[in-house]
């Protein structure tokens, strides 16, 4: 029987909308389609749980996710790196001062 190859993990870019489990976020995949009825361009999203070993990620960041083995029920992807970082409210309030 032949071997099954594995090639690369499905990367997938989107915007953690929660933080409040432990190690785990949940990224909101953005994805822009053709309506096959009104040819229009219409945005769909789906969320994936992902698994953030540093917990480190917060709600707002721009992460790369990669798609991995079953690590619960509901989380195959894992988080690969943070693209951009989200500004908090203590953040915006510090820049105003200056």
């Known amino acids: 029987m032949a071997e099954k190859t594995r090639g690369r993990p499905a990367a997938k870019i989107g915007v953690v909308v929660s933080d409040g489990m432990d190690k785990s976020v949940?990224?909101?995949?953005d994805r822009i389609v053709r309506h096959s009825r009104y040819s229009r361009y219409v945005r769909?999203?789906?969320?994936?749980?992902?698994?953030?070993e540093k917990d480190q990620c917060k709600v707002g960041d721009t992460v790369e996710i990669l798609e991995t083995r079953p690590l619960s029920a509901r989380k195959h992807y894992r988080v690969h790196r943070i693209l951009?970082?989200?500004?908090?409210?203590a953040e915006v309030g510090t820049?105003?001062?200056e």
Request: aromatic share 4%.
């Open 26 to 29: 949940v990224v909101r995949v």
């Open 44 to 52: 769909r999203s789906a969320k994936f749980m992902a698994h953030d």
């Open 84 to 89: 951009k970082r989200s500004v908090s409210a």
């Open 95 to 97: 820049r105003e001062a």
